[in-house]
């Protein structure tokens, strides 16, 4: 079973891709099928988003497409910058860039709780799945950690006493936001396509 995902983003494609090693499913992505256009997102909070990539990419390709839409809360920026974090500081400006962006806007503070988001939303013909899931940390004051990508160097886990980029991929698939809601998103793909595993 061939499932599209709805992005660019390589680091993504790789952990999706790794949750679903060993099963009869092909995770591909936006590059794989040469989509360069862009889809506007503008919905107002993660679920909206996911619905509105997964759909719009439905209708042109009818594959099984998903997609998820997630970011950083941060508690003391008002839950900023959430829908926006991709976005944020200017999509093109580099993670290194926009971790000091975020240390630099927390300076003085001393609440400085954050939470990852992750909205999932799967199409294929008239199955849908959606879910959002949730993991919580800290923003720690510089970058420790060379794995994952965008904000993990600077979100701690208390529970890891490290940051999200220095837990291997498998910890984060256990515990991160999308590995979280992806895990339910296998569930369901077993229970309703078992006969692809």
Do not use: W
Not at 43 to 56: L, P, Y
Not at 82 to 94: E, K, L, N, V
Not at 116 to 122: D, H, L, N, Q, V
């Amino acid at each position: 079973m061939k499932i599209l995902l709805a992005t660019k983003n390589k680091h993504k494609k790789l952990e999706i891709k790794a949750l679903f090693k060993g099963t009869n499913i092909e995770i591909l992505s936006l590059d794989d099928i040469g989509f360069t256009e862009d889809i506007v997102e503008d919905g107002n909070t993660f679920r909206e988003n996911a619905a509105i990539k997964a759909k719009a990419i439905y209708q042109i390709y009818k594959i099984p497409t998903l997609a998820d839409d997630s970011g950083i809360c941060i508690d003391a920026l008002a839950g900023e910058p959430g829908i926006h974090s991709a976005r944020f500081g200017g999509y093109d400006t580099p993670s290194k860039v926009k971790n000091q962006m975020i240390i630099d806007l927390l300076k003085g503070q001393d609440n400085r709780n954050a939470h990852y988001t992750c909205a999932i939303y799967f199409i294929d013909n008239e199955v849908c799945f959606s879910t959002e899931k949730s993991c919580y940390g800290q923003i720690i004051k510089h970058e420790k950690g060379i794995g994952g990508f965008g904000y993990d160097p600077i979100f701690y886990i208390e529970n890891f006493r490290k940051t999200m980029a220095q837990i291997s991929l498998a910890e984060k698939n256990k515990i991160s936001h999308r590995g979280q809601a992806l895990a339910e998103f296998k569930s369901f793909i077993e229970n309703k396509y078992f006969n692809t595993f």
